[in-house]
C-alpha cells in the first residue's frame, strides 16, 4: 500500500498547484500594462486578463482633418497593450504550466 501513499501525496500537490494557478489567473485581473504610440500620445491600458480597460489621447493629436491617423494610433496602442496584457499573463501562469501551451490559460 505504500503506492497509495505516493499518490495522495500527487493529489494533494495537484489541488494546491490548481489552487496557486487559480489564484494567479484571478490576480491578472488586477494586474495592468499600458500600450503607447507616439510618445503617449495615444495610450491604451489593458488588465493581465487581456480586457482594454480604458483609452488615453492627448487633445493635441485630435485632427478632425485627420482621422485615420487618430484611428491607426489607437489601433497600435491597443495592440500594444494587449500583446503586453499576453507576455504577463504567460509569465505568471508559465511557472504553473511549464511552457505547454494550455487552451484557455
Given at each position: 500500500m505504500r503506492g497509495m501513499g505516493n499518490m495522495q501525496q500527487m493529489m494533494k500537490k495537484m489541488q494546491k498547484m490548481q489552487k496557486d494557478m487559480l489564484e494567479a489567473q484571478e490576480?491578472?485581473?488586477d494586474q495592468t500594462v499600458e500600450g503607447t504610440v507616439s510618445g503617449g500620445m495615444v495610450t491604451a491600458i489593458a488588465n493581465g486578463d487581456g480586457k482594454i480597460l480604458d483609452?488615453?489621447?492627448?487633445?493635441e493629436v485630435v485632427d478632425p482633418e485627420d482621422i485615420e491617423?487618430?484611428?491607426?494610433m489607437v489601433l497600435t496602442a491597443v495592440n500594444d497593450a494587449l500583446e503586453k496584457s499576453t507576455q504577463l499573463k504567460e509569465?505568471?501562469?508559465?511557472k504553473f504550466t511549464?511552457?505547454?501551451?494550455?487552451?484557455g490559460l
Open positions: 490576480g491578472l485581473k483609452i488615453k489621447i492627448k487633445e491617423m487618430l484611428q491607426d509569465e505568471t501562469l508559465g511549464n511552457g505547454l501551451n494550455i487552451p
